[in-house]
T-cell receptor
Framework: DAKTTQPPSMDCAEGRAANLPCNHS???????VYWYRQIHSQGPQYIIH???NNETNEMASLIITEDRKSSTLILPHATLRDTAVYYC???????????FGAGTTVTVRA | GAVVSQHPSRVICKSGTSVKIECRSL??????MFWYRQFPKQSLMLMAT?????????EQGVEKDKFLINHASLTLSTLTVTSAHPEDSSFYIC??????????????FGPGTRLTVL
């Protein structure tokens, strides 16, 4: 599975959009980009996934570059409850082994 | 929908005893469940994959005789930490995938079980 690289941490202001980058320059054609997050002392939560088109759901938007070598998760209006570690994972659709790297620790400040 | 529960949420035990952790999918049938371990300030590490009615598949470095996994039904998997030692103290998290119709990689995670071995 393709390795992903994320910044270790970032801060954002409450009410503002949070843009979380992820680099996956070695991603292969059948690998999707998945985003999960883990709020402190809880199990991870699925956010969104995509292959090459931009995706949006009730939680976030996922923007994948045309060459698929990087992507950005957008939390449109960050709240204090969005403070968590966010994981970007590249994985084929029919694979199940989620490999959680270090992720990005996002701190939303009032 | 797609709720996964774990019990207990927190357990403290003496060294040498065994501890059983339950993972249940409350509103869906899960063909596959996964067990993860997370040490403080570290990321989740997959321990094993559990399929209903068959033996679990363990990741490299995970002792199958120490971490016994049973997946007796489509809604229940159990992890038993046998002869627990302080180094087994960790946050244990399970996840489950839906039986059919869902995205295979949309895993639903339980809230985790904090194990402390004295």
């Amino acid at each position: 599975d393709a390795k992903t690289t994320q910044p270790p941490s970032m801060d954002c202001a409450e009410g503002r959009a949070a843009n979380l980058p992820c680099n996956h320059s070695t991603i292969s054609g059948n690998e999707y980009v998945y985003w999960y997050r883990q709020i402190h002392s809880q199990g991870p939560q699925y956010i969104i996934h995509g292959l090459k088109n931009n995706e949006t759901n009730e939680m976030a938007s996922l923007i994948i570059t045309e060459d698929r070598k990087s992507s950005t998760l957008i939390l449109p209006h960050a709240t204090l409850r969005d403070t968590a570690v966010y994981y970007c994972i590249a994985l084929p659709l029919n694979d199940y082994k989620l490999s959680f790297g270090a992720g990005t620790t996002v701190t939303v400040r009032a | 929908g797609a709720v996964v529960s774990q019990h207990p949420s927190r357990v403290i035990c003496k060294s040498g005893t065994s501890v059983k952790i339950e993972c249940r999918s409350l509103d869906f049938q899960a063909t596959t469940m996964f067990w993860y371990r997370q040490f403080p300030k570290q990321s989740l590490m997959l321990m094993a994959t559990s399929n209903e009615g068959s033996k679990a598949t363990y990741e490299q470095g995970v002792e199958k005789d120490k971490f016994l996994i049973n997946h007796a039904s489509l809604t229940l998997s159990t992890l038993t930490v046998t002869s627990a030692h302080p180094e087994d103290s960790s946050f244990y998290i399970c996840s489950a995938t839906r039986l059919a119709g869902g995205n295979y990689n949309e895993q639903f995670f339980g809230p985790g079980t904090r194990l402390t071995v004295l």
